[in-house]
Every structure is written in structure tokens, then in C-alpha cells.
């Protein structure tokens, strides 16, 4: 099991920028697949990101697109969500999650949530018109 803990949410005006961290703790972080999710009220449950156990490959969501940027350091054992050119829209929870990489005997997709057995808290992200 990997423990995670987000933090870096808060109040932004709209065109402002944040930057999330998840850090883990647990298992050995380099061999999990790491991805931000959000949820805002109301609502499902959403891909944001996804980057794979080595840091070689990523995936984001078409509405953050340019926008957002999903990074990690294995040495720090830390995965980052830079979100630029924010919008009343991106306004939600947003959750940390790792799997498995399939390197290492995971499966499942990268953007499916259920893909993923290992989940933050949540960082609430609220931006401002």
C-alpha cells in the first residue's frame, strides 16, 4: 500500500496558477504509476493526469491541455501538478492516486480511476471569476 498526502489547493483568481504535490510514502514509488484526479460537486469523478512509474511517458485530459502539467521526482518520492490559466471550471477536489505500473505486475489503463489502488485525501481547488 502507498500512503499519499496532497497539499498545494486553495483560492485562485481565474488566469492565476498552482502548483500540487502528492507525496508518498509506503512502497517503493518509483515502480507505481502516479495520477490526479478531481471531482467537483455534484459530479463524477475525473482524469486531470497520469504519468508512468519512470517519469518517460504522461497523459492529461483534453480540458487541461496546455494547461496543466504532471511531473514527478522517484528521489523525493513526490508527484507535482503544475495547473496554469486556471478557470472557474477547474474549481474541485483534487486526488492523488497510485497503481501499479505495468512494468512491475500492475494493469489497467492509465485514465480509468479504477486503475488505481491507492488514493490522497484531496486538495480542494477553488478559482475565482
Known amino acids: 500500500q502507498v500512503q499519499l498526502v496532497e497539499s498545494g489547493g486553495g483560492l485562485v483568481q481565474a488566469g492565476g496558477s498552482l502548483r500540487l504535490s502528492c507525496a508518498a510514502s509506503?512502497?517503493?514509488?518509483?515502480?507505481?504509476?502516479m495520477g490526479w484526479f478531481r471531482q467537483a460537486p455534484g459530479k463524477e469523478r475525473e482524469f486531470v493526469a497520469a504519468?508512468?512509474?519512470?517519469?518517460?511517458?504522461?497523459y492529461s485530459a483534453d480540458s487541461v491541455k496546455g494547461r496543466f502539467t504532471i511531473s514527478r521526482d522517484n528521489a523525493k518520492n513526490t508527484v507535482y501538478l503544475q495547473m496554469n490559466s486556471l478557470k472557474p471550471e477547474d474549481t474541485a477536489v483534487y486526488y492523488c492516486?497510485?497503481?501499479?505500473?505495468?512494468?512491475?505486475?500492475?494493469?489497467?489503463?492509465?485514465?480509468?480511476?479504477?486503475?488505481?489502488?491507492?488514493w490522497g485525501r484531496g486538495t480542494q481547488v477553488t478559482v475565482s471569476s
Open positions: 492516486a497510485a497503481k501499479l505500473d505495468s512494468t512491475y505486475g500492475g494493469s489497467g489503463g492509465y485514465t480509468g480511476w479504477r486503475s488505481y489502488s491507492d
Open positions: 504519468i508512468i512509474s519512470s517519469g518517460g511517458s504522461s
Open positions: 509506503g512502497r517503493t514509488f518509483r515502480n507505481y504509476a
